[in-house]
């Protein structure tokens, strides 16, 4: 019994076996997926930027805050995520 608890404890690792690094990957990774996320403009956006330049009120409340910002961006205009959808589509709506 003392010879296992001195087994436990040592910092030997003759007995473990070798694993390569890259087959360890954290938890998250295999259950989330890739926890880096990628930043750019979205792709509906991209899609209606390219086909049409003027945008109508109703495909702009179709997208999210998040994508409106970044259209926005897009045109030189910085809109404030913190404000109701309702006025970030009319802000953008009036500049576009």
């Not at 296992?4 to 087959?23: C, I, M, Q």
């Not at 360890?24 to 930043?39: A, F, L, Q, Y």
Request: net charge positive; glycine share 4%; aromatic share 6%.
């Amino acid at each position: 019994m003392i010879n296992w608890f001195k087994k436990l404890f040592s910092n030997k690792t003759e007995d473990a076996p070798k694993v390569e690094e890259s087959a360890i990957r954290h938890w998250s990774e295999k259950t989330m997926g890739s926890t880096v996320k990628k930043v750019g403009v979205p792709r509906s956006v991209l899609v209606t930027a390219k086909a049409k330049k003027a945008f109508t009120k109703t495909e702009l409340s179709k997208m999210t805050k998040k994508d409106l910002e970044t259209l926005g961006r897009k045109h030189g205009i910085e809109l404030d995520r913190r404000l109701v959808k309702s006025k970030l589509v009319s802000q953008l709506h009036k500049k576009l």
